[in-house]
């Protein structure tokens, strides 16, 4: 079975190969072990990491004191925000949920970096940029587009951060409950529930071990009116 990772920019990636290996001198790598939390909402920041392997959920509290996903970080990618240079306070909590090689870099010595190596503080800049621009997206779409539209604007999200076409069809390469969707979108698993048996009688997607299979991903962009809008910014 054919099979081809759908590509998108990382953070990483963007620098050159010697930046790469000047960035990495400057962190300090670590292990961190599933369920260990990087930063909790409302902390003010001292470190960005870099996901080398594993991955990080960045989830805010609501009102009502449940959990909200907002972002699923992986490797190459980048976890911190814009107020490590703002002495603001952080706006989420960072879980590693797989076992994750890390790259810990403090903010004094990224801010020295920065004034010597310009294409490294532009690719942050980017980044900060993407980061930003995506999140709002998020929450515009569950806003305007009520909670089926935020549902099929997550599984786009998905399939554009962990995509994997076989033969025509988008298998998202992170397994996911009914739960864990639901907590991306703020609603319930049964509510959940229902929009995927809907979205599976269409024939639009299906399940195979464990991992969604979107066979019409049109059928969700049309839905949403989606636009031109760089991949990177419709990502999870």
């Given at each position: 079975?054919?099979?081809?990772?759908?590509?998108?920019?990382?953070?990483?990636?963007?620098?050159?190969?010697?930046?790469?290996?000047?960035?990495?001198?400057?962190?300090?790598?670590?292990?961190?072990?599933?369920?260990?939390?990087?930063?909790?909402?409302?902390?003010?920041?001292?470190?960005?990491?870099?996901?080398?392997?594993?991955?990080?959920?960045?989830?805010?509290?609501?009102?009502?004191?449940?959990?909200?996903?907002?972002?699923?970080?992986?490797?190459?990618?980048?976890?911190?925000?814009?107020?490590?240079?703002?002495?603001?306070?952080?706006?989420?909590?960072?879980?590693?949920?797989?076992?994750?090689?890390?790259?810990?870099?403090?903010?004094?010595?990224?801010?020295?970096?920065?004034?010597?190596?310009?294409?490294?503080?532009?690719?942050?800049?980017?980044?900060?940029?993407?980061?930003?621009?995506?999140?709002?997206?998020?929450?515009?779409?569950?806003?305007?587009?009520?909670k089926t539209g935020a549902f099929y604007s997550t599984l786009i999200r998905?399939?554009?951060?962990?995509?994997?076409?076989?033969?025509?069809?988008?298998?998202?390469?992170?397994?996911?409950?009914?739960?864990d969707i639901a907590n991306y979108i703020g609603t319930s698993r049964e509510?959940?529930?229902?929009?995927?048996?809907?979205?599976?009688?269409?024939?639009?997607?299906?399940?195979?071990?464990?991992?969604?299979?979107?066979?019409?991903?049109?059928?969700?962009?049309?839905?949403?009116?989606?636009?031109?809008?760089?991949?990177?910014?419709?990502?999870?």
């Amino acid at each position: 079975m054919e099979k081809k990772q759908l590509q998108m920019k990382r953070f990483f990636n963007e620098l050159s190969e010697e930046n790469q290996k000047l960035l990495l001198t400057y962190g300090l790598e670590i292990k961190v072990k599933s369920g260990a939390f990087l930063f909790y909402e409302g902390d003010f920041p001292e470190h960005v990491y870099l996901v080398r392997t594993g991955r990080v959920r960045l989830s805010k509290m609501t009102a009502e004191g449940k959990e909200f996903s907002v972002h699923l970080k992986q490797k190459d990618e980048l976890v911190g925000e814009v107020g490590l240079f703002n002495e603001m306070s952080i706006s989420v909590t960072a879980e590693v949920i797989e076992e994750a090689t890390l790259v810990r870099f403090d903010r004094h010595t990224l801010e020295a970096l920065f004034r010597e190596h310009g294409e490294i503080a532009v690719a942050f800049m980017k980044w900060f940029a993407r980061h930003t621009q995506s999140t709002q997206a998020k929450f515009r779409d569950l806003i305007l587009c009520g909670k089926t539209g935020a549902f099929y604007s997550t599984l786009i999200r998905f399939s554009n951060s962990y995509g994997v076409e076989q033969n025509g069809s988008i298998l998202i390469n992170v397994q996911l409950t009914n739960q864990d969707i639901a907590n991306y979108i703020g609603t319930s698993r049964e509510s959940i529930n229902r929009m995927l048996n809907e979205l599976k009688k269409s024939k639009v997607l299906t399940m195979k071990d464990g991992y969604i299979v979107i066979h019409n991903i049109q059928f969700l962009k049309d839905y949403l009116h989606c636009g031109d809008c760089p991949v990177e910014i419709c990502t999870i």
